[in-house]
């Protein structure tokens, strides 16, 4: 991921600050916190596309396929364009850096 | 049980943080017992309640941080969606169709599930009490224990009306109940459901459960009529229901509210006898109460419920604001503009369980983003929507971002796109949250 948190780096000199190593940091959890913010980002897109976009229904997959792609459907539906029928009341949620974000993060499922 | 066992070997850093911290909350006599239970998982999560709220959950927690310990607590085996137990009651979808198990979070996801009711949360212990006198403790609790009833607020809705009058707002018994009396009336009855005051689980639901049955009236029985006694004036996509039964139903179906004196104050189950506010008498071949709700009766036992009868929430996160480090998601929660949705039950979830997974870490929560998407069936090629998507700054605001409904105007093909988008909905998230595959 290219957008470097904030939050993360903050949180990690505070738990260093306590003494506590960053060799038993590394062993002692095991959370991938670098993707949890696109994470929570992506998270309503499952309620339609299965569990990160891979599901191959009803309603097309988004999993794997090109950003620059998804980034052009998102956009063309918060512009209302190419019969959206529910996708431009979502991709309209969202500014165009989180559509960017959205559609890198389902390019890499 | 999952917490017996003993291995103390690793002392974890959310425990060296706990000790280290002044303030701490968490007694070191509970720290030291979790040490125990938790082995050398980073911490031991439970969740009540394994529908859209608490299924999602305990998978997300899994899926951010396998070194999680999640226990989830959920009576029934096999748990039946209120989403599409409309079309259930249309004839359109069977129960097996609406029906999930735990197996993937067991299985794939390594969730230790157990069938037990919760019965007691002691917040300040950290403990769950199961209805076999089991008792877990946790570091994080998440809760997504659904609705109850207001009993009795309807005078004569009480325990024993269901039975009689099915509410049949849990999915299970209850809407197979409804489905057979519709199937035992005789053509030409009525058809009667009293729809509640806001706030109730799924707005949208009685004028889809009315147009589901006006469907199957369609079909098997074409005198019969069905009458809504609302106790308000506005509902859910009203336009867009009033205008998709006056195409498929015509009269069949009649909807009064509260201004016309639909507000139902009293109901005889057994005679099936309704009374309004101002004193008239409706009687029906079948009716459907959908009763007055409140968060579900384990909120309440824990102590995170207001006055309301629903769970105050810090919406960046949603953990109770009455509590510490419990979480509560799903219909139980005060979450407006946020509808009581499995769609947001499920963002919920997944936003709870991005908290609890930072915190843990000793980090702090990304922005919290929830979507929300309901369809609404009137006719089985016929849908429609209501979507929003939401956002939570760091003053913990709920932010609506893009809401709307689908168009007024559209065409057949845009209603039969939007009714198989319907059912591609469904089967995306029961995958999502409970890995059913049909």
Redesign the interface.
């Known amino acids: 991921m290219n957008n470097h ?1 904030p ?2 780096s ?3 000199t ?2 260093l600050a ?3 190593s960053a060799g ?2 590394a ?7 670098d993707h ?2 696109d ?3 992506a ?9 990160d976009g891979a ?1 191959s ?3 097309p997959a988004i999993a794997g396929r090109p950003a620059e792609e998804l980034e052009a459907l998102l956009l063309q539906y918060k512009n209302g364009e190419g ?1 959206p ?2 996708m ?7 500014t165009d850096e989180e559509l960017t974000r959205l559609a890198e993060f389902f390019a890499n499922r | 049980m999952s917490n017996d066992k003993k291995n103390l070997g ?1 002392v ?3 425990s ?2 706990k000790g ?1 911290g002044a303030a701490s909350v968490l007694p070191m006599v509970s720290a030291c017992g979790t040490m125990t239970g938790r082995g050398s998982a ?1 911490a031991r999560v439970v969740v009540i309640g394994g529908g859209f709220g608490g299924a999602t959950a305990a998978k ?1 927690l899994k899926r ?4 999680l310990d999640v226990t989830l607590v959920e009576p029934a085996e096999v748990f039946y969606t209120c989403p599409f137990s409309n079309l259930y009651l249309g004839g359109i979808r069977e129960m097996n169709e609406i029906a999930h198990n735990y197996d993937e979070l067991k299985d794939v996801y390594g969730v230790q599930v157990i069938h037990q009711l919760a019965q007691d949360v002691d917040p300040v212990a950290h403990t769950v009490t199961l209805g076999d006198g089991t008792t877990l403790i946790y570091d994080k609790l998440v809760m997504s224990p659904g609705i109850d009833f207001r009993w009795n607020e309807i005078e004569g809705y009480d325990q024993a009306a269901p039975q009689y009058a099915p509410h049949a707002w849990q999915a299970g018994e209850q809407t197979r109940l409804l489905r057979r009396q519709l199937e035992g009336m005789d053509d030409g009855g009525v058809f009667v459901l009293v729809a509640p005051d806001n706030p109730f689980r799924c707005p949208p639901g009685p004028y889809e459960r009315a147009s589901m049955v006006a469907h199957y009236f369609s079909q098997h029985k074409p005198n019969s009529k069905v009458l809504i006694l609302d106790a308000k004036d506005n509902f859910s996509k009203q336009g867009l229901f009033t205008a998709g039964w006056n195409e498929f139903y015509g009269n069949r179906i009649e909807w009064v509210g509260l201004s016309g004196d639909g507000r139902v104050m009293r109901v005889d189950a057994v005679r099936r006898e309704v009374e309004t506010e101002f004193g008239t008498l409706h009687q029906a071949d079948v009716l459907n109460v959908v009763p007055p709700q409140k968060a579900g009766m384990i909120a309440e036992r824990a102590g995170v419920t207001d006055d309301s009868g629903w769970v105050p929430v810090n919406p960046a996160t949603f953990a109770a604001t009455m509590a510490d480090d419990i979480y509560v998601v799903g219909d139980a929660t005060i979450a407006a503009p946020m509808p009581k949705s499995g ?1 947001s039950a ?2 919920q979830g ?2 709870a369980a ?1 908290a609890i ?2 915190e ?5 929560p ?8 309901c369809y609404s069936l009137i006719a089985p090629d016929y849908g429609i ?1 209501v ?5 939570t700054d760091s003053s913990g605001e709920v932010e609506v ?4 409904l ?1 168009p007024a105007e559209a065409d057949r093909s ?1 209603r039969a ?2 009714a ?2 319907a ?3 469904y ?3 029961a ?2 949250t409970w890995g059913t595959r049909y």
């Open positions: 948190l939050w993360k903050a949180c990690l505070a738990v306590l003494g506590v038993a940091l062993d002692s959890h095991s959370a991938d916190l949890l913010a994470e929570v980002l998270g309503g897109c499952a309620g339609c596309h299965g569990t599901l229904g009803l309603v019969n029928t529910v431009d009341r979502i991709a309209g949620g969202f | 690793a974890s850093r959310r060296l943080i280290l980073d997300y951010g941080n396998p070194n769609f499920s963002s997944k936003v991005a997974i930072a843990v870490a000793g980090e702090t990304p922005p919290a983003y929830f979507t929300n998407t929507s979507a929003a998507i939401y956002k971002t893009s809401s709307g689908s845009t796109l939007e198989q988008y059912r591609g909905w089967e995306a998230i995958q999502d």
